[in-house]
């Protein structure tokens, strides 16, 4: 189970998150969506406090923080249960394939070479990048490198996978082979907490969908509710906006 109470996080004058409150339980995928600039990033990042948030209780497996009462031990046992796949990749660029998934295993972990490099060898299996193991990110596609990062995130066994925004660097030819990999996790009943602007997507794989706006959530419900018959207007309105760019873009 997570449960997040009260999270806020300011930016000097700006106030990016306000007042977020949300569950999720085990193996369920969670969708958050909404405008740019709405805090769905800062949510993550401060979900596995990469960004402090002034305020809140995050509880991630039974390890439940006040992050105004922090020590270094609450921050090392919380950002232990939960991994993050970057838009940027954020792989070690003179690191081979294999090298980036395993590097959390032998460093953090203390695990021996051999073992890791055989946990190693069965994600990238996982990912479909088992030839690629000894390729350098440079010789990778972004969907590839993108791939490598999911299965560096899953090498180090979090209790959930925080995704943001995973296909937004990517070619529109390369995002469905990152989606692909995502939905098997899903099938997997991988506890997952995803920030999209691929609605098609959010609404195939997500159990429940959150919509952000203002560094609040506006509205959350099953894609069913959010996307068919959303109750708040902000909502609506997102929706009606994003449906007519997708119709110009077709048109074009």
Avoid: W
């Avoid at 339980?25 to 969506?33: A, P, S």
């Avoid at 995973?166 to 469905?176: G, V």
């Avoid at 959150?210 to 959530?217: L, N, P, T």
């Amino acid at each position: 189970m997570i449960i997040i109470e009260h999270l806020r996080k300011r930016f000097k004058n700006l106030q990016v998150l306000n007042d977020i409150q949300f569950k999720v339980n085990k193996g369920e995928v969670i969708v958050v969506i909404g405008p740019s600039g709405s805090g769905k990033s800062t949510l993550l990042r401060c979900l596995n406090l990469l960004e402090m948030p002034e305020e809140g209780l995050i509880e991630i497996d039974n390890v439940k923080v006040d992050v105004q009462k922090l020590t270094k031990e609450d921050m090392y046992r919380l950002r232990k249960k939960s991994a993050m796949v970057f838009q940027s990749y954020n792989l070690f660029r003179n690191k081979t394939a294999l090298q980036n998934v395993i590097e959390s295993l032998i460093i953090a972990k203390k695990m021996k070479e051999k073992d890791a490099r055989a946990i190693g060898e069965k994600l990238l299996e996982q990912v479909g990048l088992s030839d690629k193991a000894d390729s350098y990110p440079s010789t990778l596609s972004g969907g590839q490198q993108q791939r490598v990062g999911i299965a560096r995130a899953l090498a180090v066994d979090p209790y959930v996978m925080l995704f943001d925004e995973p296909t937004s660097a990517l070619d529109p030819e390369l995002i469905e082979e990152v989606l692909g990999v995502i939905r098997s996790l899903a099938d997997r009943k991988t506890t997952m907490i995803i920030v999209t602007h691929e609605m098609s997507f959010a609404r195939e794989v997500a159990d429940r969908v959150i919509f952000m706006a203002d560094g609040m959530i506006v509205e959350e419900g099953t894609p069913e509710q959010i996307f068919k018959n959303p109750q708040n207007e902000r909502t609506k309105k997102f929706l009606r906006q994003l449906s007519k760019s997708e119709t110009n873009i077709v048109a074009m």
